[in-house]
């Protein structure tokens, strides 16, 4: 069996980050800029029809609401959620509970905030046996590879030991991509060559992320279409392996979905969760799309944590999601 591991110590270390890689605090947006700045597209979409709709003079009726629902399917909220939105906002201008388009607005804020909050709930790496393995998962195209890398870079500046595993042995371009990042994180990486078995490398990387007491271990994997039902059956064995090995592993099933599908996510995320029962979320190329309102759909009908948002190339626009945050970014208060 040909192991390569990518590490200059051969171990788990502290990370020292370079000046290309550690963030300049001086010149960082904040997390609130960068949240605001990477759904622009979105914000700019949802606030200035809301704001055409509900902050002018118009009329509270059924053309306004049959237009909200318009704006609110454009930007990709959802069926399931939009209709949740109308009908609310329908019950409470019956009930005259609504006396003008800014309380409309308000409300309507409020209703969303609510459908996103609980599903807010950031990845925590659970204290006991190491090592914590977080197994990745999605189509090609969606940003996997580099989301790991970026998740790496974060959970190593947190004070955590990282491992790698290139369990994507379908590409080779997939195995050099993750080595650089490795690199550029300063963690290891365990590989074999293109076309080794995957669920051998996840093998090979637990036993050597135990062995070096490693904090945390990430698995990427191949990218596939959720039709493909051979690459379907290596994420399964993937799984069982690490199960195996330790019954509560993979701790978390991390997948990774792009904003720019759209609603096409909810199919891929049906597929995914019934064949390796997803943990947790990651939506990615929020900056790419005026379509965030996906996230809301997201929560609306999978009913899954969103842990992470990816907001624009660097390393840190890996924002950890808050439902409060992501509100306020896309829906600003009516003032």
């Given at each position: 069996m040909n192991v390569r591991i990518t590490d200059e110590k051969q171990r788990c270390n502290q990370v020292t980050l370079s000046s290309k890689t550690t963030t300049n605090e001086n010149k960082s947006p904040g997390l609130l800029g960068r949240l605001r700045s990477g759904l622009g597209a979105t914000r700019r979409s949802l606030t200035d029809g809301l704001s055409d709709l509900l902050l002018g003079k118009r009329v509270l009726d059924d053309e306004l609401l049959e237009e909200l629902e318009n704006?609110?399917?454009?930007?990709?909220?959802?069926?399931?959620?939009?209709?949740?939105?109308?009908?609310?906002?329908?019950?409470?201008?019956?009930?005259?509970?609504?006396?003008?388009?800014?309380?409309?607005?308000?409300?309507?804020?409020?209703s969303i905030l609510e459908i996103v909050q609980p599903f807010s709930q950031p990845l925590k790496i659970a204290n006991g046996d190491t090592p914590f393995v977080i197994m990745v998962v999605g189509v090609n195209g969606v940003g996997k590879t580099t989301t790991i890398g970026k998740l790496a870079l974060r959970l190593s500046q947190s004070g955590l030991s990282v491992i790698l595993a290139a369990a994507d042995t379908f590409r080779a371009a997939a195995i050099e991509q993750l080595q650089v990042w490795g690199e550029r994180a300063g963690v290891p990486v365990i590989a074999q060559d293109t076309g080794a078995d995957a669920a051998a490398v996840a093998h090979d990387a637990f036993y050597a992320a135990r062995a070096r007491g490693c904090d945390v271990l990430i698995v990427d994997t191949a990218g596939r279409q959720h039709t493909n039902t051979e690459l379907m059956d290596e994420l399964r064995k993937i799984k069982r392996v690490l199960g195996k090995i330790?019954?509560?592993?993979?701790?978390?099933?991390?997948?990774?979905?792009?904003?720019?599908?759209?609603?096409?996510?909810?199919?891929?995320?049906?597929?995914?969760?019934?064949?390796?029962?997803?943990?947790?979320?990651?939506?990615?190329?929020?900056?790419?799309?005026?379509?965030?309102?996906?996230?809301?759909?997201?929560?609306?009908?999978?009913?899954?944590?969103?842990?992470?948002?990816?907001?624009?190339?660097?390393?840190e626009d890996l924002l950890e999601f808050s439902a409060e945050a992501f509100v306020d970014a896309i829906i600003p208060k009516s003032e």
């Open positions: 704006l609110l399917l454009s930007a990709d909220v959802g069926v399931e959620a939009t209709q949740a939105l109308i009908s609310d906002i329908t019950r409470r201008l019956a009930r005259n509970e609504l006396s003008d388009g800014h309380a409309a607005y308000d409300q309507l804020r409020q330790d019954p509560n592993s993979p701790h978390e099933v991390l997948m990774i979905l792009d904003a720019v599908t759209g609603q096409n996510a909810l199919s891929q995320l049906e597929h995914f969760h019934k064949a390796v029962g997803v943990t947790g979320l990651c939506t990615t190329k929020l900056d790419g799309t005026a379509k965030g309102g996906v996230l809301i759909a997201l929560a609306k009908k999978a009913g899954l944590p969103i842990r992470y948002i990816g907001v624009g190339e660097d390393t």
